[in-house]
Nanobody
């Protein structure tokens, strides 16, 4: 059993900043990739940022230069620092983790989602 618990969402004005956190807990052998996805009303869920266990990152073009993904491996936590937020960033943000469980089986787990609203 692995759970991802998200925090840090909220409402901000355009140009503002938020920092999302996602902590994994449970029976894990290791965590491979961790990522942040978002889903706006009426749209498909899309990848925002991805970070490997070694720290390599990948970003969607829409957030490059504004968002930074990072992780704290000893704490099993991934972060998303969001700066210069735009109204089009409004969505429910979900964290994702590819986990090798203690039973040596790979699974992808999802956080519960946290709302980010950017409006004036």
């Amino acid at each position: 059993q692995v759970q991802l618990v998200e925090s840090g969402g909220g409402s901000v004005q355009p140009g503002g900043s938020l920092r999302l956190s996602c902590a994994a807990s449970g029976s894990m052998f290791s965590i491979n990739n961790m990522g942040w996805y978002r889903q706006a009303p009426g749209k498909q869920r899309e990848l925002v940022a991805l970070i490997s266990s070694g720290g390599s990152t990948n970003y969607d073009d829409s957030v490059k230069g504004r968002f930074t993904i990072s992780r704290d491996n000893p704490k099993n936590t991934v972060y998303l620092q969001m700066n210069s937020l735009k109204p089009e960033d409004t969505a429910v943000y979900y964290c994702n983790a590819a986990v090798l469980t203690t039973s040596l089986t790979n699974y992808e787990y999802w956080g519960q989602g946290t709302q980010v609203t950017v409006s004036s």
